[in-house]
C-alpha cells in the first residue's frame, strides 16, 4: 500500500473530467502540471454498455471537449479527425452528429494526447474521506483505491456518472438474468445466442429502443417485447427553440430561477432528453414492426401503458405482473431475460451520498460553480459534475455543456487557491 499526495486529483476519465483536464492544460498549466485523473477501467469508452456499432451521438461534433470554449484548441474534434486522416471522408459525410464509438475515440485520443495532467487506468476509488484540522477545518481529502493505495488532495473533482436505476420491482431475481443498459456490452456475450430466448425489455425511451435493436442483433432467435408506462414511443422534443436550453449560458438562468420554474422547465425538457427517442431510431423501430405485423410473425411484441407491479421466479422463468393502467387488470408475462432501458437513479451517486454523510451534510448543495458547500471553513474544494440537474439544469449531464463548465471549474479553483494564506497552500495530507 502506497500514499501519494496531487494538488487536483478528478475520479472517472469520461467526457466530464477530460473536458476538464484539457482546460487545466490550457488555462492553469502549472496546476495542470500536479493533477491526475483516475480511471477504474482500463481504456476510456464512452457509454461503454451502449456503445452499439450504429449508434448515433445525438450532439452536434462542434459540442465536443473545448471547441464551444476555444476554437483553435488543439483538443477539437476536428484536430482529431484530422490526426485520423478522417477530415475529409468527415466532411464529406455531410452530417453535424458523430457515431458514439467515433466519439469514444476521441475522448481516448484526448487522454492520449494531455502533455501535464495524468491519466492513470485501473485506479478504482473505494472510499473519499475529508481531512480535518483545527475546528473541523476541511484542509483536505484522502481518497482509498480498490488495491488499498490511497491518494491526497487539496481540490477534488468527481465526475463518475450517476448510479444506474434498477427498479425495486427486479431487485429479487437473479442478477444473471438482469441487464442494465450500462452493462449491456459487456454482458451479452455471455448469453447463448441460438437459443430462442423470451426477452422483456423494460423502457420506452432511447436507451430501452436501442436495446430491443441490439437483442434482435446479438440474439437473433429472440423473442423481445418492449414494456413501457407511456402510451406508445415519442420523438425526442428537438425543437430550435429548446434546444436554446441545452446552450452553456442557459446555465445561468435555470440556477437562478425559483423552485417552481425549475420544476417547470425539467418536466418540459423531459422529452428533450429523456422521454423519446432520435428520429432515425423511430423509424427504423417502427418498421421492424410493421415487416413483422406484415409477414405475421408475431415475433416482436410491445405492451404500453402497464406498470410491472412484480417479478419473481418460478422454475427457469421469471414471471412478471403487468398491471395495465387503463382497466387496472393484471396479468403475467414469461420471460428468459430482462433488459432495463431505465436510465439512472436521479439521487446523487453512492459516493457523494457517503461523503456527504461523513462531512455531515444534511443535503448536498453547489454553488454556480460547481462547488460543493461544506458547511465549515475549508482550504480545500470539492466539485461535482453531471450530477447538478436539480440545480444547472437538463444539459448537466450532456456534453452541451462540458467546454463552459471546465473553464469555470478550473477558474473558480485558481481563485480559491489564491484566496488560501500563503503559509497554508500545501495541505496536510497525511494517509489515512
Not at 280 to 297: C, I, K, N, P
Not at 326 to 344: I, N
Not at 385 to 414: C, F, K, M, W, Y
Request: charged share 25%; proline share 4%; with cysteine.
Amino acid at each position: 500500500m502506497a500514499h501519494r499526495t496531487v494538488e487536483l486529483l478528478a475520479v472517472g476519465a469520461g467526457p466530464a473530467n477530460l473536458a476538464l483536464a484539457v482546460a487545466l492544460e490550457e488555462l492553469a498549466p502549472e496546476l495542470a502540471g500536479r493533477s491526475l485523473v483516475v480511471e477504474r477501467e482500463d481504456n476510456v469508452v464512452w457509454q461503454r454498455g451502449m456503445l452499439l456499432p450504429d449508434a448515433l451521438s445525438q450532439v452536434s461534433f462542434l459540442k465536443d471537449l473545448v471547441t464551444m470554449r476555444n476554437p483553435r484548441s488543439e483538443f477539437s474534434f476536428l484536430s482529431f479527425l484530422h490526426a485520423r486522416g478522417r477530415l475529409d471522408a468527415f466532411v464529406n459525410l455531410g452530417s453535424f452528429v458523430p457515431y458514439r464509438s467515433e466519439i469514444s475515440e476521441y475522448l481516448q485520443w484526448v487522454a492520449d494526447s494531455l502533455e501535464r495532467v495524468k491519466v492513470e487506468y485501473g485506479r478504482e476509488v473505494t472510499s473519499v474521506t475529508p481531512v480535518t484540522g483545527v475546528d473541523a477545518e476541511v484542509t483536505g481529502w484522502t481518497v482509498g483505491l480498490a488495491n488499498g493505495d490511497t491518494i491526497g488532495c487539496r481540490y477534488l473533482v468527481i465526475g463518475a456518472g450517476r448510479d444506474a436505476h434498477v427498479p425495486a420491482v427486479f431487485e429479487g431475481l437473479p442478477a444473471e438474468r438482469v441487464i442494465h443498459s450500462t452493462e449491456y456490452n459487456q454482458r451479452i456475450g455471455t448469453l447463448p445466442a441460438d437459443r430462442p430466448l423470451r426477452v422483456a425489455v423494460v423502457g420506452g425511451a432511447q436507451s430501452a429502443a436501442e436495446l430491443f435493436g441490439a437483442a434482435l442483433r446479438d440474439l437473433p432467435d429472440c423473442r423481445p417485447t418492449m414494456i413501457m408506462r407511456s402510451i406508445g414511443l415519442n420523438g425526442y422534443e428537438s425543437s430550435k427553440f429548446t434546444n436554446e436550453l441545452f446552450y452553456s449560458s442557459f446555465v445561468d438562468e435555470f440556477y437562478d430561477a425559483g423552485p417552481e420554474a425549475r420544476r417547470q422547465l425539467l418536466a418540459e425538457m423531459h422529452r428533450a432528453n429523456y422521454g423519446g427517442l432520435a428520429p432515425a431510431t423511430l423509424d427504423s423501430l417502427y418498421r421492424q414492426f410493421y415487416q413483422d405485423r406484415r409477414e405475421g410473425v408475431g415475433r416482436l411484441g410491445m405492451v404500453t401503458m402497464t406498470d410491472i407491479t412484480g417479478a419473481a421466479t418460478d422454475g427457469d422463468d421469471i414471471v412478471l405482473s403487468l398491471t395495465d393502467r387503463r382497466s387496472g387488470t393484471t396479468r403475467e408475462l414469461r420471460t428468459d431475460l430482462l433488459l432495463l432501458g431505465t436510465g439512472f437513479d436521479p439521487a446523487m451517486p453512492r459516493m457523494v451520498r457517503a461523503l456527504g454523510e461523513a462531512l455531515g451534510l444534511d443535503r448536498i448543495d453547489v454553488t454556480r460553480n460547481y462547488r460543493v458547500e461544506l458547511g465549515r471553513p475549508a482550504t480545500a474544494a470539492l466539485y461535482l459534475q453531471g450530477v447538478n440537474e436539480a440545480t444547472h439544469g437538463i444539459a448537466d449531464s450532456l456534453l452541451s455543456v462540458l467546454a463552459a463548465r471546465s473553464a469555470e471549474i478550473t477558474e473558480d479553483i485558481l481563485k480559491h487557491g489564491a484566496e488560501q494564506p500563503s503559509g497554508d497552500r500545501e495541505p496536510a495530507l497525511a494517509a489515512a
